[in-house]
């Protein structure tokens, strides 16, 4: 019912940079117009899933996991259903499938049992 569709991932050396986008669409019971979380999550090999960076769509607060603090920057464009989030300084640690997820309420933004909603994954690989 509602599609999460991400790009942006590829391959850098680290300290490079990229932009992923997550692009949102499809209708819930209570419309297209809701606000949402949009959150970034991450699962490196071998590791847990992670919750990186979120943002709510309504006034546009972020959530930062602390291993991207400073590195990763959340944003969006309401007007294009869209979330971004740039990734700067990257790092071999990095490397993960990330992964977009959507939620109309949530007890903790990077926390992802509150998600319902999610996209197939892009992947990023850094490598030294």
């Known amino acids: 019912q509602v599609q999460l569709v991400e790009s942006g991932g590829g391959s850098v050396q680290a300290g490079g940079s990229l932009r992923l986008t997550c692009a949102r669409s499809?209708?819930?019971?209570?419309?297209?117009?809701?606000?949402?979380?949009m959150t970034w999550f991450r699962q490196g090999p071998g590791k847990e899933r992670e919750g990186v960076s979120a943002?709510?769509?309504?006034?546009?607060?972020?959530y930062y996991a602390d291993s991207v603090k400073g590195r990763f920057t959340i944003s969006q464009d309401n007007a294009k259903n869209t979330v971004y989030l740039q990734l700067n300084s990257l790092k071999p640690e990095d490397t993960a499938m990330y992964y977009c997820?959507?939620?109309?309420?949530?007890?903790?933004?990077?926390?992802?049992?509150?998600?319902?909603?999610w996209g197939q994954g892009t992947q990023v690989t850094v490598s030294s």
């Open positions: 943002i709510y769509t309504g006034d546009g607060r972020t």
């Open positions: 499809g209708y819930t019971y209570s419309g297209t117009n809701m606000a949402w979380f």
């Open positions: 997820a959507a939620a109309l309420w949530v007890g903790s933004p990077l926390e992802q049992r509150n998600y319902l909603y």
